[in-house]
């Protein structure tokens, strides 16, 4: 397994020891259910807010929660591993709740990057971060990358090219 990707248990320490180091940590978070360019974006402009990274993964289980039957396509693990490949991720927790609160609060990052899909506004865990001292950063590209329409372009091309 990857270094990069740490036990949930550990989350609360790594924050501690990052903190007592002086570096600014950076968190972002997301199903990361088919990797593509926009998280890719995503997550190097998060990268860009701090001098570490740390990525949420949704477990499977929270995942399925949140995409619906039939998701993820991807076990967690994988998921994980194909986050932490990424050169501007320093370190990857899987997390099981609907929201990234719980581990924010163990983490407790300077700053909690969310997408273009959201304001600072609507992000749902922006008044964790105020309790916690930090703040919240929209980064990554316009979101006109999406993982089901990356699906739809595969069933598409698949219905078309016959047997």
Same mark, same amino acid.
């Given at each position: 397994?990857?270094?990069?990707? /740490?036990?949930?248990?550990?989350? =609360?320490?790594?924050?501690?020891?990052?903190?007592?180091?002086? *570096?600014?940590?950076?968190?972002?978070?997301?199903?990361?259910?088919?990797?593509?360019?926009?998280?890719?974006?995503?997550? %190097?402009?998060?990268?860009? %807010?701090?001098?570490?990274?740390?990525?949420?993964?949704?477990?499977?289980?929270?995942?399925?929660?949140?995409?619906?039957?039939?998701?993820?396509?991807?076990?967690?693990? =994988?998921?994980?591993?194909?986050?932490? !490949?990424?050169?501007?991720?320093?370190?990857?927790?899987?997390?099981?709740?609907?929201?990234? #609160?719980? /581990?924010? *609060? #163990?983490?407790?990052?300077?700053?909690?990057?969310?997408?273009?899909?959201?304001?600072? =506004?609507?992000?749902? #865990?922006?008044?964790?971060?105020?309790?916690?001292?930090?703040?919240?950063? /929209?980064?990554?590209?316009?979101?006109?990358? !999406?993982? *089901?329409?990356?699906?739809?372009? /595969?069933? *598409?091309?698949?219905?078309?090219?016959?047997?």
């Amino acid at each position: 397994m990857n270094r990069k990707i /740490i036990p949930r248990t550990e989350a =609360a320490g790594l924050g501690r020891r990052l903190r007592q180091e002086g *570096r600014r940590i950076a968190f972002a978070n997301g199903c990361f259910e088919l990797l593509h360019v926009g998280h890719v974006r995503y997550l %190097q402009g998060a990268k860009e %807010q701090g001098d570490v990274l740390v990525v949420g993964v949704n477990s499977d289980r929270s995942a399925a929660g949140l995409k619906g039957p039939g998701r993820p396509l991807l076990p967690q693990e =994988a998921r994980a591993e194909l986050v932490a !490949a990424l050169a501007c991720v320093d370190f990857v927790v899987i997390f099981d709740d609907p929201t990234a #609160e719980g /581990i924010l *609060r #163990e983490v407790r990052p300077h700053v909690h990057c969310k997408g273009t899909d959201y304001t600072e =506004a609507t992000v749902p #865990e922006r008044e964790v971060m105020k309790e916690l001292g930090g703040t919240v950063r /929209i980064v990554g590209d316009p979101k006109d990358h !999406a993982t *089901r329409d990356v699906l739809a372009a /595969i069933a *598409r091309k698949a219905q078309n090219s016959g047997p």
